[in-house]
């Protein structure tokens, strides 16, 4: 059986849980504390010298890290990864966009407020200033479309899903972003997973990409 | 003919103007100045809104953005990208990896101190640090293995090289990485491109991805 190691404070590992449920994939789960330096020990880095989750393992014992890569491993050859290669390069375009220039700020600042518990005012500004850039790059597109890449639910949005969802605990309000917010619904909705987290978990942090 | 918006200073860039060399592509380049504020005019931001470069307009006037999603287009179908389906993944998982956890340090760093003309000790200590453990678990890869991927060059290679072969730029020694020298030297070769930079050019800085 799949195994997948992570920590679901992580939107990143997320990612992964939920592509594996979508697709009825079974696997079993095993917890990586990253709070408590799970990702630092010797026996998780001869699994993943990078020190980071989520990393799969699959049936044959290969092994699989960063969380997007993952995602499309699975999604290969689902209707998840558009056919059109026009279509596939966007769908990527949006997924290293996503650890480039969304991951970095709306998750790292939903982590130190989150886990590492720091005021506002002790964080460093520019995450509060790139992470709502990104959701207003995400708002321009999504206000007259309805995924982010073609006419259906792709990788691209599993992949923006849940740091997006997620946002408000990082302190960034949604309410601006009408275009973000019905995509999310949409988004969850098709993937049958619940959009409005009880804020009692989650959370990321650079040992996870 | 395929139009390059790019900054010649920049290893995101660098990495298409390669790639389209390599495999014979015309295009046309034209040069958009990061430090001159070139990629936040209101002409550039509707080329792409995310203000980065590089951005590729396709000869029937598409664009995409994000450097490995335009090397990933290109190489489709090529022998750059492995047809087995976990080469592949594993592919993508240097590239997703080069943008959360090696070019945010190598490339930041080389851009702070060559651009910025920041002094070390005015750079923030964590981009040598981890600027460093990308070098070496690139190294603990490439000690007995000649490409990222595989047996042979892949798209992962030219994600990989310019800013590992531009790290010295960045105050980063490579003598204590000899897989990793001797991959530059490799994978340049199989490139054809001039694995010593003269050190006038090159750069990068978050306006790129």
Known sequence: MIEVFGDECSGNCLKVK??????????????????????????????????????VVLEDGRRLAQSNAIVLYFCEGTPLVPSDPFDRARMLEWMFWEQYSHEPYLAVR???????????????????????????????????Q????????????VSLL?????????????AEYPGVCSWIARASTALGIDAKPDGDGNGASDATS
């Open 18 to 55: 939920w592509i594996l449920e979508y697709l009825h994939r079974p696997f079993r789960w095993t917890q990586v504390d990253i709070l408590r330096g799970e990702t630092r020990t010797p026996e998780f880095l001869a699994l993943n010298p990078a020190s980071q989750v989520p990393v």
């Open 110 to 144: 939903r982590f130190q407020r989150l886990y590492l518990d720091r005021a506002d005012a002790e964080i460093d500004p520019r995450l509060m200033e790139r992470g709502t850039a990104a959701l207003a790059r995400m708002e321009a597109h999504l206000t007259d």
């Open 146 to 157: 309805r995924w982010l890449v073609g006419e259906t639910l792709s990788a691209a949005d």
């Open 162 to 174: 849940p740091y997006t969802m997620l946002a408000p605990e990082g302190g960034f309000s949604l």
